[in-house]
């Protein structure tokens, strides 16, 4: 049963638009929510975060957006690069992610120069 | 800055082989874990670990065995390797002090059993 649900396999995006990467999560008990990116061979690194008392949060170019009520978020990238391209996990816990940290099947991230 | 380190990179066993992988991080954080990826599985938890001598299970622990005797060392064993543990392993590390909650991930281990 996936708690954390990212329905996007892949996605293309033209250089300079934006990228929106969805993520959905059923487990009413995460309260808080984190993207990483992936390129291959290499290790997940940590994007940014969210707690649920807020509903936004940003950095640079990536903003992360939650809808507690919808059990969704998403990470909007403005605007996209080619060096973006990687894949995109979605991951929830609760509690300030030490712990347990569930994560989503990820979605394929791919900028066309 | 080393971060979070993982060794073997590649590794071959047989079925019914024992082997042990190793992850140490420099970061003195107290938490650590191994996740195993596999595809179209995302990333699921295998052990994790809130500080030495204290591990508990996560949603994969069948088949795998960790101690934390130090703050810098994890290892995760596999006492009788079986097909279905093919597969790529990481480890990482977190911090309550970090204040974002994010995990620090070593390269990964690939393991393939045949």
């Known amino acids: 049963d996936q708690q954390v649900k990212q329905n996007s396999p892949s996605l293309s995006v033209q250089e300079g638009r934006i990228s929106i990467l969805n993520c959905d999560y059923t487990?009413?008990?995460?309260?808080?929510f984190l993207w990483y990116k992936k390129y291959p061979a290499e290790g997940p690194t940590f994007l940014i975060s969210i707690s649920s008392i807020k509903d936004k949060n940003e950095d640079g170019r990536f903003t992360v957006f939650l809808n507690k009520s919808a059990k969704h978020l998403s990470l909007h990238i403005v605007p996209s690069q080619p060096g973006d391209s990687a894949v995109y996990f979605c991951?929830?816990?609760?509690?300030?992610?030490?712990?347990?940290?569930?994560f989503g099947i990820g979605t394929k991230l791919q900028v066309i120069p | 800055n080393a971060g979070v380190t993982q060794t073997p990179k590649f590794q071959v066993l047989k079925t019914g082989q024992s082997m042990t992988l190793q992850c140490a991080q420099d970061m003195n954080h107290e938490y650590m874990s191994w996740y195993r990826q596999d595809p179209g599985m995302g990333l699921r938890l295998i052990h994790y670990s809130v500080g030495a001598g204290i591990t508990d299970q996560g949603e994969v622990p069948n088949g795998y065995n960790v101690s934390r005797s130090t703050t810098e060392d994890f290892p995760l064993r596999l006492l009788s390797a079986a097909p279905s543990q093919t597969s790529v392993y990481f480890c990482a590390s977190s911090t309550r002090d970090s204040g974002t909650g994010e995990l620090f991930f070593g390269e990964g281990s690939r393991l393939t059993v045949l």
């Open positions: 487990n009413s008990m995460f309260d808080y």
């Open positions: 991951a929830a816990s609760k509690g300030e992610g030490y712990q347990k940290v569930t």
